[in-house]
T-cell receptor
Framework: KAGVTQTPRYLIKTRGQQVTLSCSPI?????VSWYQQTPGQGLQFLFE???????NKGNFPGRFSGRQFSNSRSEMNVSTLELGDSALYLC??????????FGQGTRLTVV | AQSVTQLGSHVSVSEGALVLLRCNYS??????LFWYVQYPNQGLQLLLK??????LVKGINGFEAEFKKSETSFHLTKPSAHMSDAAEYFC????????????FGQGTTLQVKP
């Protein structure tokens, strides 16, 4: 089985711009979660989608949004980028056995 | 609410020595517990998971963890450290309710000395 695929791997954006990250889960997995990882805050949960519906949401501002498509692929969008949004963004997919498998992440740098 | 505490942000061992990374959890329901490893600029790789079956869980790369309900612990061990084990390790628990949301500890960086 193919693993979780995140694109792109690296991004450099300017403050005020917006960005869209993509995640393709493991085939058959219907749950996709997004996490932000920074040296200071560690791994923080952004949101979870299950069967195209947002099932959970973390404590992030409304600039962070996401969606899931009928094929379970997910995107997250960050609008009006700030320097503090620089981070590694990780996507995880889960199946019925509750084990979460992560992609390689997208390294976002905001300048 | 579920939570996870990893004791020790840095652990240093010699090659061939026992690896012990500590994790304590707080959970109002029987927990699903996980250990992940992260190498620099990589995603998280699942080492092992506890889902209320056997209390001693064997994972990849020679790692194992024992679930101890009385101590609310899920420590990760490996009998003999290898240089390639140097990485950051995260303990995690699934949040309560119908969710796949993981709650992570702060991570432990394992250094392996030759």
């Amino acid at each position: 089985k193919a693993g979780v695929t995140q694109t792109p791997r690296y991004l450099i954006k300017t403050r005020g711009q917006q960005v869209t990250l993509s995640c393709s889960p493991i085939s058959g997995h219907r749950s996709v979660s997004w996490y932000q990882q920074t040296p200071g805050q560690g791994l923080q949960f952004l949101f979870e989608y299950f069967s195209e519906t947002q099932r959970n949401k973390g404590n992030f501002p409304g600039r962070f949004s996401g969606r899931q498509f009928s094929n379970s692929r997910s995107e997250m969008n960050v609008s009006t980028l700030e320097l503090g949004d620089s981070a590694l963004y990780l996507c995880a997919s889960s199946g019925e056995d509750r084990g979460a498998f992560f992609g390689q992440g997208t390294r976002l740098t905001v300048v | 609410a579920q939570s996870v505490t990893q004791l020790g942000s840095h652990v240093s061992v010699s090659e061939g020595a026992l690896v012990l990374l500590r994790c304590n959890y707080s959970s109002s329901v029987p927990p699903y517990l996980f250990w992940y490893v992260q190498y620099p600029n990589q995603g998280l790789q699942l080492l092992l998971k506890y889902t209320s079956a056997a209390t001693l869980v064997k994972g990849i790369n020679g790692f194992e963890a024992e679930f101890k309900k009385s101590e609310t612990s899920f420590h990760l061990t490996k009998p003999s450290a290898h240089m390639s084990d140097a990485a950051e390790y995260f303990c995690a628990v699934i949040d309560s309710g119908n969710t796949g949301k993981l709650i992570f500890g702060q991570g432990t960086t394992l250094q392996v000395k030759p």
